[in-house]
């Protein structure tokens, strides 16, 4: 368990004077830009071969042109590639709230440093799961906006399609003030109109788990006119999950094969082999996803009109342990996206609440709706968190 | 271009004094056991999880035994799996011979030492032609034995059923000196009988490279009462070439999986991607593989009846730059392993000898027999170094 600040970096960046997130400081997960400084990815050789950056990326700017002061960049799974928070090279951030335990990733030191209480909110990237998972192992606020509503510029992309940048808090007034910059729209006083709760995502989660978010689920049936239980993924959701698992390595390795190619850089063992295997995806297995893809869109744009939200666990289990063989983190990871992979698949916002632990472990309860509707999901987190 | 030393490693160990080696050097590649040291592997998680020896390897002993002194452990590909000598971890050791290009590998460091001046000898490990290629491309001796001749307690293994132990050394008479402490066997005056020249091996080398080699035939022709030509590999060399590229990895993801599943360790790309194709090898692929084996043991044996030696290039043109793109290393260690899969196929014994180059770069001369008579080969070396 190491520090969540990238080893060997030392950042200050004051925010400008007088705006809405002054006095607050802000962590950037080294997959964004900060001008004067590599962005290094997780990876000695992804560092290497980059150019320092002479902009900074757009969140780390808006949060600085909001008053906010950078004070760190955090540690992240190599190159975006992970979900747990093990990075072999950097280290694995702790998770105050379960020591011992992975902190989730692979916006791992994002997660660990707001946790900790080392900064105020920090900024990290969901692609398949990298904010919402840490999120609910470290106990935090998280989101992934909408696919597409941010600026991404002098963000290290992963897989353009699913590729998002999102922020931690611990609570949920810190956690409305920078959403309210990061999303450019103000965080109003309404509540959804009807609730949605997705049986399968629920049953699919280790009943610990479902039941220790029954409290937290409670308050929201009561904070919300209407309420059903619904199946979010009638294809199945191990269905979405093969998808995704298909779509999303194939895209990442479009994205990393000209370097991979020229530099033959080093990776953790499971990292290159996802990419290896990423490689070898037949044509009729990309079609077939997409084609799921379309399905799944189709399906939660039905399932979340305007005004209504839904409900389920963000991950099914709470922290595993830290320095788990192999085997043991492929099905962890493969349990981990089947109530992930709908972010990636369909883009709609979802925001992670905490409030709810497993043997003493957080938990987290997701939220989602309509793309773009991410500022009724801060509305409601803060509303449940007054409940 | 590196030391060919470990990096922050530094031995001396005394040889016996008044042996048959007294007054030698020797520097081990850093998979032999040298006690009070860990075996690194070339790298660094393997390093991490392996107790300090207490006893050398019997490799090292023998030389100890005999009265060199043992000053250096030498840079080794990674856990032996490579093929040109550039290590992502500890660097790439000079090729004096032809700078700015690469010295072979997998006992990279051992061949650079002797190339340089540093020692007299140093062993080596050959499993797929980690002797035989830098020899060729630092324009040394080397030697893969016979195949279960040496006792190789203390010697890191890779793929069992090839698994050997060479050494290096500039000139013939230190070659021999060498040679005959460690194969445990007088070397006599003999010459050998008849010569075959494998002209598939020639025929699929560059045609620089053939013809560069032709002198140092010429010599070795006058030196045999009798030779011919002759195809050393009727089923093909692409043929004996697939078989050992399918033997070899799956030997050594079997050698390895235990700790790359417990530890999920750091790799350069592109040797986890060759562990994960190997975990991915259909057992129809290793059957055929099999008899394929067989079938090349017995062309060999037919091939080398005692006395009897076969010449080809013992690759098929001189060192690579360093630095290529993992593409052009791909089809660079495809068309290596057609020279050398005969090695760990058969396990015939095999010298390879210094004297031509192709633009200034060393390219080895290379010698089997009869399994067994790795004596006689070496007394061929010296023989034609007098001629």
């Keep these: 368990m190491t520090s969540p600040f990238v080893p060997g970096t030392s950042v200050h960046v004051e925010g400008r004077p007088g705006g809405p997130l ?66 072999a090279f950097e280290g694995t951030p702790l998770n105050p709230a379960a020591p011992g335990h992975v902190p989730g990733g692979s916006s791992s030191g994002s997660a ?36 597409g509503r941010l600026d991404l510029t002098g963000m290290m992309p992963q897989a353009p399609s699913s590729d998002t940048a999102g922020w931690f808090a611990r609570d949920a007034a810190t956690f409305a003030r920078v959403s309210a910059v990061l999303l450019q729209e103000a965080i109003g006083p309404a509540v959804p109109d009807r609730l949605v709760i997705a049986t399968d995502a629920f049953g699919f989660a280790d009943p610990a788990t479902a039941e220790a978010l029954e409290p937290l689920l409670d308050r929201l049936k009561r904070l919300v006119p209407e ?14 999950s093969r998808a995704q698992r298909t779509l999303q390595p194939v895209e990442a390795w479009q994205t990393f094969r000209p370097w991979v190619e020229r530099d033959n850089p080093r990776f953790a063992f499971g990292v290159a082999r996802g990419l290896v295997l990423a490689s070898m995806t037949p044509e ?104």
């Design 22 to 87: 002054a006095g607050l400081t802000f962590a950037a997960k080294d997959l964004f830009d900060v001008a004067g400084h590599v962005t290094g990815g997780g990876n000695p050789d992804w560092a290497r071969q980059n150019p320092v950056p002479s902009r900074h990326a757009w969140a780390v700017q808006a949060l600085l042109d909001a008053g906010a002061t950078l004070t760190a960049k955090t540690i992240t799974d190599e190159v975006s590639l992970g979900i747990l928070g093990e990075n």
């Design 112 to 147: 660990s440093a707001v946790a900790q209480g080392l900064c105020d909110t920090s900024l990290g990237t969901d692609t398949g799961g990298s904010v919402r998972v840490p999120a609910s192992f470290c106990g935090l606020y998280g989101i992934r906006p909408t696919h």
């Design 227 to 240: 309420w059903r239980e619904e199946v979010m993924a009638p294809q199945g959701l191990s269905t979405w």
């Design 284 to 387: 009729s297995e990309l079609g077939w996803a997409a084609l799921v893809r379309r399905e799944a869109r189709g399906r939660l744009r039905h399932l979340l009109p305007p005004g209504t939200i839904l409900a389920m666990p963000t991950t099914p289990f709470p922290a595993p342990k830290a320095g788990l063989p192999l085997p043991d983190l492929d099905g962890i990871r493969a349990a981990i996206n089947m109530l992930c992979a709908h972010g990636g698949l369909a883009g709609h916002p979802q925001v992670s609440i905490p409030g709810a632990t497993v043997d003493g472990r957080p938990i987290g309860l997701s939220l989602l709706a309509a793309r773009g509707a991410d500022a009724l999901l801060v509305r409601t987190a803060l509303a449940l968190e007054k409940s």
